[in-house]
């Protein structure tokens, strides 16, 4: 039978190994995911919606309506 200090010991083990596990985690994310620059008509739509944005001329439409307009 486990006595209690085994029970302690594998509980901080594995406390220990879950941190290591969350920095792989962190780590993988940083790295093996990595960051794609925008292309440019991604950065013109997105300058077009932030000027509209800012100067209140967004409108929302709703999907249906969208979809009707195609």
Not at 18 to 30: A, M, P, S, T
Not at 53 to 60: M, R, S, V, Y
């Amino acid at each position: 039978m486990t006595t209690e200090a085994e029970f302690k010991e594998i509980r901080s083990l594995l406390l220990e190994l879950n941190k290591k596990v969350e920095g792989l985690n962190e780590l993988l994310e940083k790295r093996l995911i990595g960051y794609e620059e925008p292309l440019p008509d991604e950065l013109k739509a997105t300058k077009e919606y932030e000027a509209a944005k800012k100067n209140k001329t967004l409108e929302l439409v709703p999907w249906k309506k969208a979809k009707k307009g195609r």
